[in-house]
């Protein structure tokens, strides 16, 4: 691509959903660019918009004839009889035959193994043509990235930059306006209490005037003039004061940094102990035709917390059926394993949901015994605060929502031992980020199948358990 791709005002809309409008940049010959932000703004859209699939809802784009464009959806439809990660590769291959000059991919490493990934990562990194992706995960963005189109509240905030640099960036301006706005909270009480203090010397003043005029019968004395001044100063200072507030209160909803979450638990890791939980010697699993794993040779304590990797189809989720005693799953050997009810499962179907349910009817009934504002308490530190959001049913649930009521159900009930299975899939960075706050706590034993390097460090896993 020799000449850049000009973005001129370019507007996307659904009915009843602005995603972005008026955009306007230019895409360089080279530039590796994400767009990030929560999922539904529009970023596979745009994606489609740039190569030509998918007409804009205002502006343009214009761009030289001669680009070719290679494209990777998000879901690849072609190649039956592929694994996901093996349909990607077949894909990319196809595109790349092609010699695009510009790279379009669409959350890239959504069904990658923990090789493949590299192997993109390496190859992105070394990509010298124009690469635009959509993607949620932070090792891609740490390590491919120059540009970030963020598409949050119908803009696009472009940062040019590296992505922990952007993190840092917003970081700092969160920090800076919450500061002033702590400031202008004291001013204003400062103000309001001069004056009230202000009032209570005029009345006093007033008090003393009436007096004297009523001794030499005199006019009026000039008390509610002061008054009157004192006011009209301290409304102006007020009104200053709320107008840089609502201003900076915009600004704040802009810099978007995931809420903290501060989870409480059911059970405490001193509940729980450090005694072993897992315990597999020489073990076997597999269907009723086929082994697919041997000699398994597993140790989990009562407070650790162990990732499973291995490559795409090496077994990983057998393995975690095998715990769940799964009754399709033979397995031999010597397991020592928790109970059922002791054990949590988390995968990204959110497969425990009921969808019929409400969020507040999903932790009531399960957990009777709390009361209604007990109930509301706890949803609250998982987010759930307004009146719209507990009684949404769960059919119609963001995979964020569903992700942080998952997570509140396990919370609320904390089983001794959590499986987790690839729960980072297709969900954003801001999900992502509440999904470790919580998995980062977690008190007890926790066994974890992930191939996001960058996320299992982030909620703090050290010991690996590799599947071949």
């Not at 959350?107 to 635009?132: C, Q, V, W």
């Not at 159900?409 to 706050?437: F, G, S, W, Y």
């Amino acid at each position: 691509m020799r000449k850049p791709i000009f973005i001129n005002k370019l507007s996307l809309s659904f009915q009843n959903k602005i995603c972005f409008e008026d955009f306007s940049t230019q895409i360089q010959p080279g530039d590796h660019t994400a767009l990030i932000g929560n999922n539904g703004t529009g970023k596979s859209s745009l994606l489609k918009i740039i190569k030509g699939d998918l007409a804009a809802s205002g502006g343009c784009i214009k761009n030289n004839k001669d680009i070719v464009f290679g494209y990777v959806p998000q879901l690849i439809y072609e190649y039956e009889n592929l694994s996901g990660g093996e349909k990607f590769n077949k894909a990319l291959s196809v595109v790349f035959a092609n010699c695009p000059d510009v790279l379009l991919l669409d959350e890239p490493t959504n069904h990658l193994d923990l090789k493949n990934r590299k192997a993109l990562m390496k190859m992105l990194s070394f990509y010298k043509g124009t690469l635009i992706v959509v993607s949620h995960d932070v090792e891609l963005l740490r390590n491919s990235i120059n540009i970030l189109w963020h598409i949050d509240n119908g803009t696009i905030n472009i940062f040019n930059g590296k992505y922990d640099d952007y993190r840092q960036t917003i970081s700092q301006k969160r920090q800076s306006t919450e500061k002033e706005l702590g400031l202008l909270a004291k001013e204003k009480k400062e103000t309001h209490k001069a004056l009230m203090k202000e009032q209570q010397r005029v009345k006093k003043s007033k008090q003393r005037g009436e007096k004297f005029v009523e001794q030499k019968r005199w006019l009026p004395a000039v008390g509610d003039l002061k008054e009157s001044s004192a006011k009209k100063t301290a409304g102006k200072k007020q009104k200053a004061i709320s107008d840089r507030r609502a201003s900076l209160n915009e600004h704040l909803s802009k810099l978007r940094i995931p809420e903290i979450m501060k989870p409480s638990f059911s059970l405490t890791a001193k509940d729980i102990g450090s005694k072993t939980i897992v315990s597999v010697s020489g073990g076997q699993v597999g269907y009723q035709d086929k082994i697919i794993l041997r000699n398994i040779n597993i140790s989990v304590s009562g407070n650790e917390h162990l990732a499973i990797t291995g490559d795409n189809g090496s077994g990983k989720t057998t393995l975690l059926k095998a715990i769940l005693n799964d009754s399709q799953i033979i397995k031999t050997g010597i397991w020592d394993l928790p109970r059922i009810k002791d054990i949590g499962y988390l995968n990204q179907n959110y497969s425990s949901l009921d969808s019929l349910k409400t969020v507040l009817e999903t932790l009531t009934d399960l957990a009777p015994e709390k009361t209604h504002a007990q109930i509301r308490d706890f949803l609250n530190d998982f987010l759930f605060r307004k009146n719209e959001d507990v009684n949404k049913r769960i059919s119609v649930l963001s995979g964020g929502e569903q992700s942080r009521l998952s997570l509140a159900k396990i919370a609320l009930q904390t089983p001794r031992l959590l499986l987790i299975d690839e729960i980072t899939n297709n969900i954003d960075l801001e999900t992502k980020e509440h999904v470790a706050q919580v998995l980062k706590e977690y008190p007890g034993a926790m066994i974890i199948i992930s191939h996001d390097i960058a996320f299992l460090e982030d909620i703090g896993i050290t010991h690996y358990y590799s599947v071949r």
